[in-house]
């Protein structure tokens, strides 16, 4: 039976060049590959074959994720996170499939130097460690160009983009962007939840859209290459940015609200205004995100349910997926930062079945559950493609300088 690409993964930890007790306080991480049952979509061996050589044929692409390795107990969580030293899933990444991932590091959770995050420091701090710690191995690379994706394709690496999923550390400062990107940031979301001097978030009760620093914000982010991301905003602040943007934008990672009346999830008309304009959206798997009515225990089912509809509103072309998972307990982690992570405001009035993680889609090791899925349900290989990775390289062969 074919597995999958080989990877040239030789088994490096996180921050192996430090001394434990010295440079830095341990604390016991969970299991990358194991943590939780596996639930691998049953297929035959002749479609096994096929989910394996469709992506090692193709290039594959997560639109978000976290692949940080969380501790067994939550209750270490602020001491690991006010430590810095946030562990890479090397392991995890390394049966994965993916060529390459839109890293969406601590973000609102990076609490280095402020209780509520989302601050300058923060973000630098959890970006340089992250880097620093990826310098001293070679499996994992810098995405910074296509380039970068198509050789880590070739060579059997992966690598990560840095994506920030809110704009508010640049408070207002469009210079900062440019930073931003010298630090190794390719994709930056205008706003997180909380509405900020760029635009509203989708957890306000109204939404004023994109501001006029939000505008002098697009416009530097297609001046110098960031792409554009509005997973979080709010309707109008994400149709305004996507009009505003002279280059074809994403929504790294959300669902369909047709399907699930959340406001993490994003009307049809902003999706269609997405597509029109050559753009990407991501379909994520985050514990208790995209719900169904059918479906409203979370799964890989309701997952591929929003995927389902997505294609048939806009088309193949403009779908992809940004599972926006991690290896630990995600349940946990969005108890422990539901004010941090706007969790309450998104599921206001919402009625479903808490499960204690995805069944499919747990951590990033399981993306080529995806593939068995879209094999099992008759999609052709180059339908397959483009929506595990080749719409998102088209997008960033206009974006990326």
């Not at 080989?6 to 060049?17: E, R």
């Not at 408070?171 to 635009?199: F, T």
Request: aromatic fraction near 8%; hydrophobic fraction near 35%.
């Amino acid at each position: 039976m074919a597995s999958g690409k080989p990877k040239k993964y030789k088994g490096y930890k996180s921050y192996s060049y430090l001394e434990p007790g010295k440079d830095y306080e341990p604390i016991p991480l969970v299991k990358e590959i194991g943590r939780v049952p596996y639930h691998k979509i049953p297929l035959s061996d002749a479609e096994e074959d096929r989910v394996w050589d469709i992506m090692n044929k193709s290039i594959v692409i997560s639109l978000h994720d976290h692949t940080e390795v969380d501790p067994v107990s939550l209750d270490k969580f602020y001491d690991y996170g006010r430590e810095s030293k946030i562990a890479t899933g090397y392991e995890g990444l390394s049966v994965s499939g993916m060529d390459a991932f839109f890293e969406g590091l601590q973000d609102g959770s990076a609490i280095i130097t402020s209780k509520m995050g989302w601050k300058w420091d923060d973000v630098v701090y959890d970006l340089g460690m992250r880097l620093c710690d990826i310098a001293h191995q070679d499996f994992v690379i810098k995405g910074e160009r296509v380039e970068d994706i198509i050789r880590a394709h070739d060579e059997g690496k992966v690598a990560m983009i840095p994506h920030l999923e809110g704009a508010a550390p640049i408070e207002n400062e469009v210079d900062r962007v440019d930073v931003l990107y010298g630090l190794g940031y390719r994709v930056m979301g205008l706003v997180y939840s909380e509405s900020n001097a760029v635009g509203s978030g989708l957890k306000e009760k109204r939404d004023g859209g994109l501001t006029a620093f939000g505008h002098e914000v697009v416009e530097r982010c297609n001046k110098i290459g960031m792409a554009v991301d509005v997973a979080h905003t709010g309707d109008m602040t994400g149709i305004d940015a996507i009009k505003a943007s002279k280059v074809p934008i994403f929504i790294t990672h959300a669902g369909a609200r047709a399907l699930w009346n959340s406001k993490r999830m994003k009307p049809d008309n902003v999706i269609q205004e997405l597509a029109e304009r050559g753009g990407v959206m991501g379909i994520e798997a985050a514990p208790h995100t995209t719900l169904t009515e059918k479906n409203r225990s979370h799964s890989i089912e309701s997952v591929m349910e929003h995927f389902e509809y997505c294609v048939k509103l806009v088309g193949i072309d403009h779908v992809s997926f940004g599972p926006d998972t991690l290896f630990g307990d995600h349940v946990g982690l969005h108890h422990l930062f539901t004010k941090h992570l706007s969790i309450d405001q998104t599921r206001e009035g919402l009625q479903f079945q808490e499960v204690e993680y995805v069944k499919g889609l747990e951590n990033p090791s399981e993306y080529p559950n995806i593939v068995r899925w879209l094999v099992a349900h008759g999609y052709s290989d180059e339908e397959i493609s483009k929506a595990i990775g080749g719409n998102t390289m088209r997008v960033l062969r206009q974006v990326w300088k």
